[in-house]
């Protein structure tokens, strides 16, 4: 299908905003026009080596002036400030989007700084891995994921018609949500998860014998670590901005740390044994969701 989105500036030729542009290029050929913004000359370069953009520039004000559509795909602190440096370079009817993975506060920030007759409409993609920069773009990195889209409800409706149309080409299956659900929810299953991680291999301070137990890290400690070499950048960013979703998850979460704790302490083995028990029901039955929700909508039925 071709985009009626001709011109599409893409701010950040990261992991996300360079596999944007290369799933983009990769569905509609000359049909579009990306042009790539960054703060690094080098990923910029490399980004027009790679074919997702065409025309790179470190100037994000000049880059927006005759875009359809511009993507923010920055850490979430920095896509703030770009969306107040651009507002006034916008044309009349261009959308503002972007990839960031926390949404209330991007939209408090936004909703004031743009001009009348000039759409924002968030969004987030359920992709992504640990590694970062243009060096790590994949076209086929949102196929078949998740690529959520949290509008306001009065958000103009053929605005998030055109960017459901251009997030299509990548090959992500879109749902919309409202942007305080997606917190929760991404607190969750996304944000404590990398805190997790990342507490994990922090741990490793602590071991007297570091050496050896580095060495002796077999499977379990890299699957549940993998995601411990994530950007430190973006991670700040997105505790500082989804702090009372993250802080009530890590709550349940240090609660559930204390009891198992207590537990193993006291040498109560029923206990500890329903403390497994119950993760291995809820995580095979996660696994069997997983595997049919590729069928399924979610339950606001995207
Ligand atoms: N890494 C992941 O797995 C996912 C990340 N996200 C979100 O997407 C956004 C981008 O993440 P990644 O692509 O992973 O990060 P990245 O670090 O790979 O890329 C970010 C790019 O933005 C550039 N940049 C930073 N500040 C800038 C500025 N003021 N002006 C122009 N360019 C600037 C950096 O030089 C870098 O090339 C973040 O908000 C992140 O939360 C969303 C889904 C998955
Ligand atoms: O590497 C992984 O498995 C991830 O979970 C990547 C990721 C990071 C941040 C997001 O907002 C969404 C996805």
């Known amino acids: 299908m071709i985009v009626p989105a001709k011109r599409i500036t893409i701010i950040g030729m990261g992991l996300i905003g360079g596999s944007l542009g290369l799933a ?9 026009r990306i042009t790539g913004v960054d703060v690094s000359e080098d990923s910029l370069n490399t980004a027009r080596l790679l074919g997702a953009a065409d025309d790179i520039t470190t100037d994000s004000k000049a880059a927006v002036k005759d875009a359809d559509i511009v993507f923010l795909c920055t ?19 261009a959308i503002v989007t972007d990839t ?21 409409i968030p969004g987030h993609p359920m992709a992504g891995r640990e ?10 990195l949102f196929d078949n994921k998740w690529y959520i889209l949290t509008p306001k409800q009065t958000a103009d409706k053929r605005a998030v018609a055109l960017v459901r149309q251009v997030i299509n080409l990548t090959g992500a299956r879109i749902t919309v949500m409202e942007a305080g659900q997606h917190d929760v929810c991404t607190a969750l299953i996304s ?52 702090a009372a979703p993250i802080v009530d998850s890590l709550d349940k979460f240090n609660q559930l740390i204390t009891q198992i704790t207590q537990a193993i302490r006291e040498g109560d083995r029923a206990r500890v044994h329903n403390f497994f028990t119950t993760a291995k029901k809820r995580r095979d039955g996660l696994l069997q969701l997983e595997l049919s929700a590729s069928e399924q909508p979610l339950s606001n039925g995207h």
């Open 24 to 32: 983009l290029r990769a569905a509609q050929g000359a049909n579009i």
């Open 75 to 93: 850490p979430v602190l920095q896509a703030a400030a770009l969306a107040k440096e651009i507002a006034p370079y916008l044309k009349q009817g």
């Open 191 to 242: 944000h404590v998860p990398h805190i997790g991680a990342a507490a994990l291999v922090n741990l490793l301070a602590y071991s007297e014998d570091q050496d050896s137990s580095i060495k002796l890290a077999g499977g379990g400690f890299r699957d549940t670590t993998r995601i411990a070499s994530s950007n430190a950048d973006m991670w700040a960013d997105i505790c500082m901005t989804n």
């Open 131 to 140: 590694k970062s920069g243009i060096e790590a773009a994949d076209a086929a």
């Open 100 to 120: 960031c993975s926390t949404k209330s506060y991007l939209m408090q920030q936004i909703a004031f700084l743009l001009p009348a007759g000039i759409h924002y």
